[in-house]
């Protein structure tokens, strides 16, 4: 098992969070230095990861990273029934944002909350695991698997 991803995060989130923590807004279309734009998906993104890995890419309505898309989730009654995930992924709706992850590596979360679908589209056999506080596993779901969960308090997952 590789080590859990946690690294510094990147000057446009900072700014965000702390306007966001001062009571302030930040304007959906403001920059950082290095002209990625901040956006509401990242915002969201960033609300329900910690220690995410820096961001590749941004645009209005998708944050890549390095294993990992998080774009505006599907809605409507559909989004519950049947999550799209590529052939390889392990996908999931929570908070509104569709997580899409593809890399074999421990991802620590932060407020995973709610109840919400998900889809273990991976290769037949693989186990994702979905992780306590402490460590411990919670639940775990093997490829082909699709189903509802409940996101409160998982604090990390492994999708391979």
Not at 7 to 35: E, F, I, R, Y
Not at 44 to 52: D, F, K, N, P
Not at 98 to 111: E, G, I, P, R, V
């Amino acid at each position: 098992m590789g080590e859990p991803v946690n690294v510094k995060k990147p000057a446009a989130l900072l700014v965000a969070a702390t306007a966001l923590l001062a009571g302030t807004t930040v304007a959906a279309s403001a920059a950082d230095p290095a002209g990625t734009r901040v956006t509401s998906v990242q915002q969201r993104a960033e609300q329900v990861l910690a220690g995410h890995p820096k961001v590749l890419h941004a645009s209005a309505d998708a944050v890549r990273y390095d294993g990992l898309t998080v774009t505006a989730g599907p809605t409507g009654k559909a989004a519950l029934k049947d999550l799209s995930c590529a052939y390889g992924h392990l996908c999931m709706l929570v908070n509104g944002q569709k997580f899409d992850f593809y890399k074999c590596q421990t991802w620590n979360l932060n407020n995973w909350t709610g109840n919400g679908p998900f889809t273990n589209n991976q290769t037949p056999g693989t186990v994702a695991k979905f992780f306590n506080k402490d460590g411990s596993v919670r639940w775990t779901s093997t490829a082909y698997q699709a189903g509802t969960a409940t996101w409160d308090p998982i604090w990390s997952l492994r999708p391979c």
